[in-house]
């Protein structure tokens, strides 16, 4: 099936084409047709389905012949989990709307940063993304209206329930009209999402999309056994000697993070942290140095990881390790895309060794191991 089919406007299609994309994925041959007709939809769809253009391609779309609304006065709202996200969809909407013979003031909102500017910039806007906490600070300071807001978005509903975003987003529903579309995306259907659907949607479209194995088969996997004391000095070892120009680092603390960040840049490695206690303007400027390959490490947590999309990454490692083989396959699946080759180490200390294995186990794959005690590492 094309975009031609899916009830898209000339002008829409013209960008579509620009952008490079020539057929929808599965998700938005039946999102987009459902959202034009003004259906509610549950979509059960992972990060990297296609799931945004699913709704921002309809929504700019019918906002081409909507009458623009009072001032400050929000006509779709989405609400997202975290502010990497928002940014995200926000470049969307913007990428997509830059170009229609009507323009649409988008505007994405979230907290870390000054609430000041964002209240001046609210301004003439007619679709909002927006974190709750964010949303709810910008509400009790009377910035804005979701009285008539027409349609609502919740993106990774289960990610703002699980990072406890539960009573802001009650609190949010509540203001919201009762006669509205609305548009609920989730990686999963637990039981709060499931009460969330059963509270907010009306006779919903549902869309489940089954999650593809990621293709383990370009990451070239391989680990080293070390002791704790010499792990430092063998990351800076292996970036060094592999001379690896563009490597993203997981650990599973801000404070590790930050720390081995201090002791990259001691030993003239290129490097800076990622992560949720940095603030947004510090993160987006990481990410782009990185992007571009003006930073040569970016020491990473989970929390801020799933907001990561680079198209050739070369190399990730695990200085430690996630809790839970999903997350494993997660992180290593940062390299290894758009068919390109990528490769993927773990350094192991002895105390990782049993998890080590269950993570292999789960993934039905062995890794090569390499034994590290006799590896001179003076001057690392």
Do not use: C
Not at 27 to 32: H, T, V, Y
Not at 236 to 250: A, C, H, N, S, W
């Amino acid at each position: 099936m094309s975009f031609q089919k899916l009830g898209l406007s000339e002008p829409i299609l013209k960008t579509i084409a620009e952008q490079n994309y020539t057929q929808p994925y599965p998700i938005q041959q039946e999102a987009i047709p459902a959202i034009l007709e003004g259906k509610d939809i549950l979509g059960i769809a992972k990060t990297g389905s296609g799931k945004t253009a699913g709704f921002v391609l309809p929504i700019l779309e019918m906002f081409q012949t909507k009458n623009p609304p009072k001032n400050r006065f929000i006509t779709a709202l989405v609400l997202v989990p975290t502010r990497e996200l928002a940014v995200q969809i926000g470049v969307v909407f913007q990428t997509f709307g830059e170009k229609l013979p009507r323009k649409v003031k988008t505007l994405a909102v979230y907290g870390g940063v000054s609430i000041n500017p964002q209240m001046i910039a609210l301004q003439g806007v007619e679709i909002l993304i927006a974190t709750p906490g964010r949303l709810i600070d910008l509400l009790s300071h009377k910035a804005l209206n979701i009285s008539e807001t027409e349609i609502l978005v919740l993106d990774e509903a289960d990610k703002m329930l699980n990072l406890g975003f539960a009573e802001e987003m009650n609190d949010i529903f509540f203001l919201l009209p009762k006669k509205r579309q609305s548009i609920l995306f989730s990686a999963t259907l637990g039981d709060e999402v499931d009460k969330i659907n059963k509270n907010i949607l009306k006779n919903p479209l549902t869309i489940e999309i089954p999650e593809e194995e990621q293709n383990l088969d370009l990451i070239k996997q391989s680990g080293y056994f070390v002791d704790p004391e010499r792990k430092g000095p063998l990351l800076r070892y292996l970036i060094k000697q592999g001379d690896m120009k563009q490597v993203l680092v997981f650990v599973s603390s801000t404070r590790t993070a930050d720390n081995l960040v201090v002791k990259l840049e001691k030993n003239g490695i290129q490097a800076a942290a990622m992560h949720s206690k940095k603030s947004q303007g510090a993160r987006t400027e990481v990410l782009n140095k990185f992007k571009s390959g003006k930073l040569a490490v970016m020491v990473a947590t989970d929390l801020v990881s799933r907001g990561i999309d680079i198209q050739f990454l070369p190399y990730v490692i695990n200085f430690e390790l996630p809790r839970s083989p999903k997350d494993y396959i997660h992180r290593i699946g940062r390299t290894g895309r758009a068919e390109s080759t990528g490769e993927a180490i773990s350094l192991i200390t002895p105390e990782e060794a049993h998890h080590w294995k269950i993570i292999q186990k789960k993934m039905g794959k062995r890794v090569e191991m390499t034994e590290t005690f006799d590896l001179d590492l003076m001057g690392y």
